[in-house]
């Protein structure tokens, strides 16, 4: 089962994905702000995780440049899962190897999900 880590403040959107995504078979973890996302993806060692971009504690862009300075954060997939527009989002989002970045407003859980399985290179 392919572990997925989704860091996002918001409660009803993290359970939403937590749902939609743990219905379809993936082990799934949440956190809730940059720092505990931080602490989650050590210890739970994800394949794929979906990051918001601005949280408390740390934002995502903060938290996914300490991951990629870490061995075991070096190969992790990113999906940015995010209300902010791309001309919105921290610079340094480019040079963080970030595999796609989502609109939330733009997409359903469903056509999430789709990505989620495209990112892991999984045919339906």
Known sequence: ??????????????????????????????????????????????????????MPRMNGDEMLQRVRQEEWGEDLKVIILTNLSKDEAPSMLRFLNIDRYVIKAHYTPTQVLAIVREVLGQTE
Request: no cysteine; proline share 2%.
């Open 1 to 54: 089962m392919q572990k997925i880590a989704i860091i996002e403040d918001d409660t009803a959107i993290n359970m939403l994905y937590k749902s939609k995504l743990a219905l379809s078979g993936y082990d799934v973890q949440v956190a809730y702000d940059g720092s505990s996302g931080l602490k989650l993806i050590k210890d739970f060692q994800p394949e794929l995780a979906l990051v918001d971009i601005r």
